[in-house]
């Protein structure tokens, strides 16, 4: 079964602290790798990744996949209060019409 | 206009009730979901619209009904719900469910969140 694992599901850190999300996959046909940001209510669309290695960056986040480890990590670099937010991961996987979802890393950044 | 715009944004509703969830886009979207998110938890897929025709369901109770009149509207009714139904339910939309150069990048509405009682 396909299935997308995020580590560490909790996280509490101070402004300024630097943070890795972990995102790793088990799929049958991979296709990408997408980043959400969920605080109240709609998850926001941060990066998508489809080709190992290759960098993606807007502001203070950064995103990279590893597709042959199988992982994704998000980095967020000097955080601030406004980081706080469920942080997801979702797999498209070819041939189903489907993103699959981990279950999130809850981010709490405390000034 | 980046939009998906759901209605009513709270609902509360008894079993006996039948109401109606409502989703709406005008980027040009021709997929359309409903997902399904409970507390703490990541969204569940529920049914998959493409070109106004259903495409997936998850094997979701019939209860809910869902509905695309047209490429810019989805609607999902609800009728006889349990109070395990009570959930922050998400509309999002894709340019196709199928991208040749990409992958399916969704935009979600907000959410209606749903309290049966």
């Known amino acids: 079964e396909d299935k997308v694992v995020q580590s560490p599901l909790s996280l509490v850190v101070h402004e300024g602290d630097t943070v890795t999300l972990n995102c790793s996959y088990e799929?049958?046909?991979?296709?990408?790798l997408l980043w959400y940001k969920q605080e109240k209510k709609a998850p926001t669309f941060l990066f998508m990744l489809?080709?190992?290695?290759i960098e993606k960056k807007s502001g203070r986040l950064s995103s990279i996949l590893d597709k042959k480890e199988l992982f994704s990590i998000l980095n967020i670099t000097a955080t601030q209060t406004g980081d706080s937010a469920v942080y997801l991961c979702?797999?498209?996987?070819?041939?189903?019409?489907?993103?699959?979802f981990g279950k999130g890393t809850k981010l709490t950044v405390n000034p | 206009d980046t939009e998906v715009t759901q209605t009513p944004k709270h609902l509360v509703m008894g079993m006996t009730n039948k109401k109606s969830l409502k989703c709406e886009q005008h980027?040009?979207?021709?997929?359309m979901y409903w997902y399904k998110q409970k507390a703490k938890k990541p969204p569940e897929l529920m049914f998959v619209?493409?070109?106004?025709?259903?495409?997936i369901n998850e094997s979701v109770p019939s209860r809910f009904s869902p509905e695309c009149p047209n490429s810019s509207l989805l609607n999902l009714h609800l009728h006889a719900l349990q109070p395990e139904d009570s959930a922050l339910y998400l509309c999002?939309?894709?340019?196709?469910?199928?991208?040749?150069?990409?992958?399916?990048?969704?935009?979600f509405g907000a959410g209606s969140r749903l309290t049966v009682l």
């Open positions: 979702a797999v498209d996987f070819g041939g189903s019409e489907k993103l699959v």
């Open positions: 799929v049958t046909n991979f296709r990408s």
């Open positions: 489809t080709s190992s290695g």
């Open positions: 980027m040009g979207h021709r997929a």
């Open positions: 619209y493409s070109y106004e025709k259903l495409s």
């Open positions: 999002a939309s894709a340019r196709t469910v199928r991208v040749i150069t990409g992958a399916n990048v969704l935009t």
